[in-house]
Nanobody, 121 residues
Framework: VQLQASGGGLVQAGGSLRLSCATS????????MGWFRQAPGKEREFVGS????????YYADSVKGRFTISRDNAKNTGYLQMNSLKPEDTAVYYC???????????????WGQGTQVTVSS
C-alpha cells in the first residue's frame, strides 16, 4: 500500500496549485482519503477528507471555500485543489488513507511522503 503526493511548489499569494495523491497496491474504493499539512514549527493539522464512494467531503475551517478535494477512482488518485492561497498555507502537505471519515490523523493507516507548498506574499 503506497501513496505518493505531488504537485507542490512555489506560488504567489492569491494563486492556485493542485496536489495529487496517487495510490497503488490496493483498491481504495472503500477508504477515506485525507489531506493534512505541517507548517514549520507547528504540529500537523487536518485539511480535508473525501469518501471514495459517496464523494462526501469535509474541510477544516481555515481552508473551507478555498480548497476542494476530489478523486478519480479509475486512476486511484485523489486531488487537492487549492485556490486563493495565503502565506499561512505554506506547509508540507500529506495525503493519507484510512477506514474512517475523521479529522484525527491517528485514524489514517497509510501516508504519502509529503509535498512542499510555499506561498509567497
Amino acid at each position: 500500500v503506497q501513496l505518493q503526493a505531488s504537485g507542490g511548489g512555489l506560488v504567489q499569494a492569491g494563486g492556485s496549485l493542485r496536489l495529487s495523491c496517487a495510490t497503488s497496491g490496493r483498491t481504495f474504493s472503500s477508504y477515506i482519503m485525507g489531506w493534512f499539512r505541517q507548517a514549520p514549527g507547528k504540529e500537523r493539522e487536518f485539511v480535508g477528507s473525501i469518501t471514495w464512494r459517496g464523494g462526501s467531503t469535509y474541510y477544516a475551517d481555515s481552508v473551507k471555500g478555498r480548497f476542494t478535494i476530489s478523486r478519480d477512482n479509475a486512476k486511484n488518485t485523489g486531488y487537492l485543489q487549492m485556490n486563493s492561497l495565503k502565506p499561512e498555507d505554506t506547509a508540507v502537505y500529506y495525503c493519507a488513507a484510512g477506514p474512517k471519515f475523521t479529522v484525527r490523523e491517528s485514524q489514517y493507516d497509510y501516508w504519502g511522503q509529503g509535498t512542499q507548498v510555499t506561498v509567497s506574499s
